[in-house]
């Protein structure tokens, strides 16, 4: 059944491969910022220190914010929505503990089980960076606890005593809101029902980071999809790209937080350039050509009806590829 009218059914397949087939869906997607989360490692936040742009060779620190940091809250709002149309039941598939091996979650994202069996990830997504620089793009907070007397005591120590002052030795840097991550998610040959099941859990991911249920409010917007025969530009070279962009516009003005529509306005300008200097076939969805998919995209995820027609799609094409494959690879491991 095809569920989209705006794209040509060429760029999917008609089932999930069990070889690279050499299709690709690429999903440009700026990562925005609206609270303070945390991309962090031992405590302390990521960051790389990397050349400004393309043309600016100056260097800079960058914010990172690795690819589980990014793949793993969407691959659980995925598998939420799984449950809660009752594609999958909760004892049959818990994450990291017991895949179930034959949902869409698992057989688009993959999943490991020792000797069990394996299926590699079809959605790639690599470090995502900060537009602007660690300086201007993070905050050191006082971490400290009220108490029903009224006082205030830091992460860790006791309650103050009345005119006893308290110290405030503990700190946690934070990502401040409005800084911009664009990232570049990767579907490998995609199905229709597969590429709206990546797109969907995309658009409604909003919590990243550390600390998911308390900060780490962050909202993707799409600027366009690209469809291709390899992989295209990194998520580096994009937002040096974009960096260069903003500059000749003007509209970096630090330590002001970068304006949303002149970051998106960079972004679709970088992105064309860059892909006008790929040596791969492509058809690009950016802009105004986006427009068509993106609001039938939203509109077939906005209902009930259009959001079971995905996963049942999507439900049924993953089933037929663990039946045809990775029951072959279970039966195989048995033998041996």
Partial sequence: MTLLKSIDANFFHAEIPYKPMGKYAHFLTLRVTESYPLFQTDGELNKARVRAGVEDNNTISRLSMFKRKQST????VGRELLRTYDFVKPEECEYNVEFGMDNPDCIIYGFAIGDSG???SKVVVDTAFSITAFDESHETFTLNAPYESGTMASKGEKGSKPGEVTSRINQQDHIRPQVFFPSIVTLKDPTEASFLYVFNNILRTRHYGAQTTRTGRVRNELIGVVF??????????????IYDQMKTDGTLKAPDPLDEDDVAQAAKAAIQFLMGEEFIV???FI??????LI???KTLTASEEGV???LNQADQEAKAYAEKHIGKKKATSARS
């Fill in 308 to 310: 079971r027609a995905i």
């Fill in 282 to 284: 492509h058809t690009d």
């Fill in 287 to 292: 802009g105004d050509d986006f427009q068509p």
């Fill in 295 to 297: 609001t039938e995209v």
């Fill in 228 to 241: 291709a025969d390899g992989e295209i530009v990194s998520n580096l070279r994009w937002t040096q790209a």
């Fill in 73 to 76: 809250p969407e691959r659980l």
């Fill in 118 to 120: 394996s299926e590699k």
